[in-house]
């Protein structure tokens, strides 16, 4: 089953300072059919103004997965982490027994990322954050892995039964991964692609489930996101 989430349909919030689209309730958006994926609660594609950011806020028993698409975002974090992740790199954040973060646009520029929120296989763990360069050239026609709930696959670790992949793809050209039908995947990409036959546009959500391989072609240049989940 591969089912559409058009852009123009996900759940809209523009703060000023912060334009979101929410692919999942959140906040002041709520909507019964789309409670989440599988185990994928959250997936916000943000606009964050210059020289702006979120505050200080918590978070507890969550596997929060941020991918920066383009400028720069800061973290800071009151188990004293502090980092820069740039533009095709990965930052995660176990929250576990609980722990508050602030993410800052401290750039000249429009930062945009996607925040995805995947619910946690170990309740009560001790909370911790990481980040790591994928350089966008080594993922340009394949998809890398980013992050995932092996500790042992030498990527970024979360608390949970899923991978965080990226892939960049050229127009006229195709890229295919495995799947497993039980799982729930949930793909973004930048572009029009085509999966498995079906179209989609720019941004637009791709709920995935009943499927043991995906056939991925660019019909524009385009950045893939995929998260594989239960």
């Known amino acids: 089953m591969i089912d559409i989430r058009k852009f123009d349909s996900l759940g809209h919030a523009d703060h000023g300072w912060l334009n979101a689209r ?3 309730s959140f906040a002041s958006y709520h909507d019964p059919r789309r409670m989440g994926w599988g185990k994928i609660r959250v997936w916000n594609d943000d606009q964050i103004a210059a020289k702006s950011g979120f505050p200080p806020h918590p978070h507890r028993d969550m596997e929060i ?18 980092g820069r992740t740039g533009a095709g790199d990965v930052q995660v954040m176990s929250a576990g027994t609980g722990v508050t973060h602030a993410e800052y646009n401290l750039e000249d520029e429009e930062t945009t990322l996607f925040q995805i929120w995947i619910e946690t296989d170990k309740p009560s763990a001790q909370p911790g954050w990481g980040a790591m360069p994928f350089p966008k050239d080594s993922r340009e026609g394949a998809f890398q892995l980013l992050a995932s709930g092996r500790p042992d696959d030498g990527v970024l670790t979360i608390n949970a039964d899923a991978r965080i992949l990226g892939a960049t793809v050229k127009a006229g050209n195709s890229i295919a991964i495995d799947a497993q039908p039980d799982r729930h995947l949930y793909l973004v990409p930048s572009g029009r692609v085509r999966v498995n036959g079906v179209e989609a546009g720019p941004r637009d959500g791709v709920a995935i489930t009943g499927e043991s391989n995906l056939a991925i072609e660019a019909l524009e240049d385009a950045e893939l996101v995929l998260v594989d989940a239960r």
């Not at 997965?65 to 502090?82: E, L, P």
Request: aromatic letters at 10%; glycine letters at 10%.
């Open 65 to 82: 997965v941020t991918y920066v698409r383009t400028g720069a975002i800061t973290h800071q974090d009151s188990m004293g982490n502090k």
């Open 22 to 24: 929410h692919h999942f």
